[in-house]
């Protein structure tokens, strides 16, 4: 991508209606735009770490065999009504009327809709379990959005929804979506700490929250330290395995960590004191177990292989891709911009053009932006007449991993600078060595 026809609307100033350091950054790289309360457009900036953001959660989901589908904002207000929540959810539910006057909404989750397209279709216990997710847009008319988007009123979900023939079989599915968030987030460069956690409007009494510790984090949470080194479950973990998994949950939950909510003093204090954490921390991922709470009211049953009908044992699965964005930002950027983690960085390299018009400058810099972008990099050229600070203020705000820096003294020898972003070391090697490195 050439910068010059790229849209990319840096702020010079900090805009002063950001609190924390992620919305504040997130603004000045020109990555969202509020539009009215709580209702942000993401620009191209934000919409590629979003969308990588987005691809290893489909990638971990599809991994421990969940199976996307789609569907919509819009929702009818039966459905709601047959699950008994329809009054219970509040005012955060945005009702809509359409112009036959009949009463809809904007989805604040989908247990209800999931929940029909099972009973639409699946009658007997030899099709499950099956896991459904999508990625969707949310609305929760929240009554202190802020933050940017991490509390908007309008917010993208990742929801999935598990549907067994017991509860030891809902338990397999609760352990599959535990690993697999595990997996999601540590490949998201982040630490989530699972923590024993309130249900609230979604119900059940077995659910974790996934919170990643950060001062500017909303809740207050209560953990052993040595979560902070477990390990993360390997990519080639069995998906199938009923004790594989549970080893995994068990170890993770063999340590005190709850939130505020759950917070049990006396059982806390028992750990010893040098274990002992208490944080501010980021919910960027929430599992519920609720059993029948659904497809009891809604009639969602499965013939079992005893020959009788039994109501399917449910739990649903969320993860927050608006939020996790500015939750990476928190946990990774300096005084003079995002770092970005290379897993979702919106460019993986972005070649620094120091004297755009100088024959040799432009020359070296058209030679490396080709190259990198047949090997199939992400490579953002700025190739603009702006002064070599600004251009080096810009790449350092984005935040890209990876800077080749082209200006006419190296050039003249046949060399460019290349600088990592994180630990701002900067290397002089010849051009066809820069390409090289990246080009494996
Ligand atoms: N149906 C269940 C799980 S699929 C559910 O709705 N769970 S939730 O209420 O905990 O939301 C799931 C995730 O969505 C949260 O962990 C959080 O990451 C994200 N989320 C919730 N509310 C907001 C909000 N107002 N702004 C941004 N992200 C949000």
Known sequence: MRLSRY?????????????????????????????????????????????KVNAIIRDEQNRAGAIELSMPTLQSAELWQESGRYDAYGKEMLRIKDRQDRPMLYGPTNEEMVTDIFRSSVKSYKDLPLNLYHIQLKFRDEIRPRFGTMRSREFMMKDAYSFDLTREGAEHSYNKMFAAYLRTFDRLGLRAIPMRADT????????????????????EVFCHKDFVDFDIPGAHTDFDSVEGLQAIFDKWTSLYAATSEMHDEAAFNAVPEGGRLSARGIEVGHIFYFGTKYSEPMGAKVQGPDGKEHFVHM?????????????????????????????????DIVVI??????????????????????????????????????????????GVPVQIIAGPRAVANGEVEVKDRKTGARETMTIEAAINRFVA
């Open 7 to 51: 849209f990319m609307p840096i702020l010079k100033e900090n805009p002063k209606e950001a609190e924390i350091v992620s919305h504040r950054l997130m603004l000045r790289a020109g990555m969202i735009r509020q539009q009215s309360q709580g209702i942000y457009s993401w620009l191209p900036l934000g919409k590629r770490v979003l969308d």
């Open 353 to 398: 053009n120091m004297k755009a018009g100088d024959q040799a400058c432009d020359d070296t810099c058209e030679l490396i932006y080709a190259a990198l972008t047949k090997a199939g990099k992400d490579v953002l050229y700025d190739d603009t007449d702006d002064r070599a600070g600004t251009k080096f203020a810009t790449a350092d705000l984005i």
């Open 200 to 219: 609230g409007p979604i119900g059940g009494k077995l659910s974790h929250e996934f919170i990643i510790l950060a001062d500017t984090g909303e809740s």
């Open 315 to 347: 739990g649903s699965y969320g993860i927050g891709p608006t939020r996790l964005v500015p939750a990476i930002i928190e946990a990774s950027h300096d005084d003079n911009g995002i770092i970005w983690p290379a897993s979702v960085a919106p460019f």
